[in-house]
């Protein structure tokens, strides 16, 4: 299990980067969206705080992920974003889909195999 662990760590800690990292530099070019999923960007856009947040908690998870460390911190932190990630896939943009199921099934995994440390957090 640890192996596993390790390499689901890894995997998401280099998405997490590349996103991250291409977004802040601008490495690609925006893809166009149409619908939806143009609206539901564009409303993002115009909070004009909540993707550069996004994506500089992403960075930093996808550095705790790679160097290992904080990472009991970071597969909570990280949470809130992949449901995000799978809904707005679900719903809006489904070609995403294997990608975010990926990312939402490698965090779930993450938590259950350090759910020891957890554990007090479901105490009332």
Do not use: Q
Request: proline share 5%; aromatic share 14%; hydrophobic share 55%.
């Amino acid at each position: 299990m640890k192996i596993a662990t390790i390499i689901i760590r890894s995997l998401i800690g280099l998405l997490l980067l590349f996103a991250s990292i291409s977004y802040f530099l601008n490495l690609f070019p925006e893809p166009v969206l149409t619908g939806n999923m143009k609206l539901f960007n564009d409303g993002i856009k115009a909070s004009g705080y909540l993707m550069p947040l996004v994506k500089t908690i992403e960075f930093t998870c996808g550095l705790s992920f790679i160097t290992g460390k904080f990472n009991r911190l970071t597969y909570i932190l990280l949470m809130p974003i992949t449901v995000n990630i799978i809904f707005t896939h679900i719903f809006l943009a489904p070609e995403g889909i294997p990608l975010a199921s990926f990312m939402i099934l490698g965090n779930l995994f993450l938590i259950y195999s350090k759910w020891d440390s957890y554990k007090g957090l479901f105490v009332a």
